[in-house]
């Protein structure tokens, strides 16, 4: 059984960071791509990144330059290096399988004065 839990988020003023973390079970990680996603309140789930298996990656322009992901096959986890932090960014951040159509269960991200 697929798990993904993901770690990480929190209440950040305007123009800081957090990384969050995914850490992924029940697959062989290093074989799938992974993604992260985010969804606030009354608005669609919007996909903000995502990293191939061999690492290749890909960023919504909503946070290209300010955003990060990367993984770690040796851990199984996915990361997303979050900088600049604006009050736009302020979601749930969910982690992603693709190829399975997997999720986590999101990680709260506030930014705010």
């Known amino acids: 059984q697929v798990q993904l839990v993901e770690s990480g988020g929190g209440l950040v003023q305007p123009g800081g960071s957090l990384r969050l973390s995914c850490a992924a079970s029940?697959?062989?990680?290093?074989?799938?791509?992974m993604a992260w996603h985010r969804q606030a309140p009354g608005n669609q789930r919007e996909l903000v990144a995502d990293?191939?298996?061999?690492?290749?990656?890909n960023y919504a322009d909503s946070v290209k330059g300010r955003f990060t992901i990367s993984r770690d096959n040796a851990k199984n986890t996915v990361y997303l290096q979050m900088n600049n932090l604006k009050p736009e960014d302020t979601a749930v951040y969910y982690c992603?399988?693709?190829?399975?159509?997997?999720w986590g269960q999101g990680t709260q991200v506030t930014v705010s004065s």
């Open positions: 992603n399988v693709p190829l399975l159509q997997e």
């Open positions: 029940g697959i062989a990680f290093r074989f799938y791509g």
């Open positions: 990293i191939t298996r061999v690492g290749s990656t």
